[in-house]
């Protein structure tokens, strides 16, 4: 079956960095995304990996190892606003996209 | 672009009734999915759209679910009759063909369904 692991809940302290990690068994990869849902709002893409590596975008980086079916979000300089749930959703063989059931990511001053 | 709009933002009804969402995607783009997210089973897949004909709709989760998009600007998911374990958190997204990265959806503010 086609599977998305990511921690249920993270806690960082406001300034500091962390990495939330995924890993992924589907059947086929066609490319893995990263989400961000703050509470009661809609997901917003945040970064799309296909090849293996480090992709990064600010304060926001996302590493790929498809050999390992694992990937992960590191988020520096954590500010308050980054307090929401972060999605990690691969799009398989059938170009659909496989959701894993997000971390929820808190952040404390 | 005023991005996915959906309506109502919230619905609340009785068990039983008959209950439309609607969706507007974004100008220009081919694909649409509907999505349900609960706390327990998080994001889940209904239905998908290219060009307005439905390609995998193995996510419904049975007869009583329906969607349509009769035109490139409109769809709509219907549940008839509603039960309360259909209340949920109803996204809509949509996609555009060929941009890069492959498929990143944009997705609507949600609808809040409550069934009592």
């Known amino acids: 079956g086609q599977n998305i692991d990511q921690p249920t809940e993270m806690t960082a302290t406001e300034g500091a960095i962390v990495q939330i990690n995924c890993t992924y068994q589907?059947?086929?990869?066609?490319?893995l995304f990263w989400y961000q849902q703050h509470a009661g709002e809609a997901p917003t893409f945040l970064s799309y990996?296909?090849l293996d590596g480090l992709e990064e975008k600010g304060r926001f980086s996302s590493f790929l190892s498809r050999s390992k079916g694992y990937s992960y979000l590191l988020l520096k300089e954590l500010q308050m606003k980054d307090s929401a749930s972060y999605l990690c959703?691969?799009?398989?063989?059938?170009?659909?996209?496989?959701w894993g059931a997000g971390t929820k990511l808190i952040i404390k001053p | 672009d005023a991005g996915v709009i959906q309506s109502p933002r919230h619905e609340v009804t009785e068990m039983g009734q008959e209950v439309t969402l609607r969706c507007k995607p974004i100008?220009?783009?081919?694909?649409l999915f509907w999505y349900r997210q609960t706390m327990m089973r998080g994001l889940e897949l209904l239905i998908y759209?290219?060009?307005?004909?439905?390609?995998?709709d193995s996510g419904m989760p049975e007869d009583r679910f329906s969607a349509k998009m009769p035109n490139a600007s409109f769809s709509t998911l219907k549940i008839q009759p509603s039960e309360p374990r259909d209340s949920a958190v109803y996204f809509c997204?949509?996609?555009?063909?060929?941009?890069?990265?492959?498929?990143?959806?944009?997705f609507g503010p949600g609808t809040r369904l409550t069934v009592l």
């Open positions: 997204a949509s996609s555009p063909a060929g941009a890069e990265p492959v498929n990143e959806q944009f």
């Open positions: 100008s220009g783009h081919d694909y």
């Open positions: 759209f290219n060009n307005n004909v439905p390609i995998d």
């Open positions: 589907t059947s086929g990869f066609n490319g």
């Open positions: 990996n296909v």
């Open positions: 959703a691969v799009m398989d063989s059938n170009y659909q996209l496989i």
